[in-house]
């Protein structure tokens, strides 16, 4: 099944770096998601500009012209992934802490608390790959625990 999805990328144009963040059904969405890594961050930017380009995709300078999100509408075969999720059970967490050696700083997600998993659901709109990565103590993404 083929629909319209909106995906959040982040662009630094010094460095021509391009991050996928995630997609979304509706480019609201993709914007609430941006905010709310801005807002697990600690960061706000009531001045940045958004601007729509030639090709449609909406484009958010934060913090000058080499930092921008963009927002590009796309075809998706298939589904979105879902954002639901399933916490780990102590004795996973706990096998999971040992095996990555995690120190008392570094928390996995199901760890976090409440409303840090939910902006982070929101800001990668995908229940499995919040799960992929490990995160302070106010839910910001230390490092990867495995490829997706």
Known sequence: MEQTVYTNYWLNRVTKLKK?????KTEEEAIKGIKAWWELHKEDYPQAE?????????E?????????????KRTLDGKLPSKRY????????????????????AYLFDELAEPYRDRLVLT?????KVQDYV??????PIKKLRDS
């Open 20 to 24: 996928e963040h995630g997609s979304y």
């Open 50 to 58: 958004y601007r729509r380009t030639n090709s449609g995709a909406l």
């Open 60 to 72: 958010i300078k934060y913090n000058g012209d080499n930092y921008v999100y963009r927002i590009e």
């Open 86 to 105: 399933r916490l780990r059970k102590p004795g996973e967490i706990e096998a999971l802490r040992s095996k990555h050696q995690l120190h008392d700083e």
């Open 124 to 128: 990668m709109a995908d229940g499995k």
């Open 135 to 140: 995160y302070d103590n106010e839910g910001r």
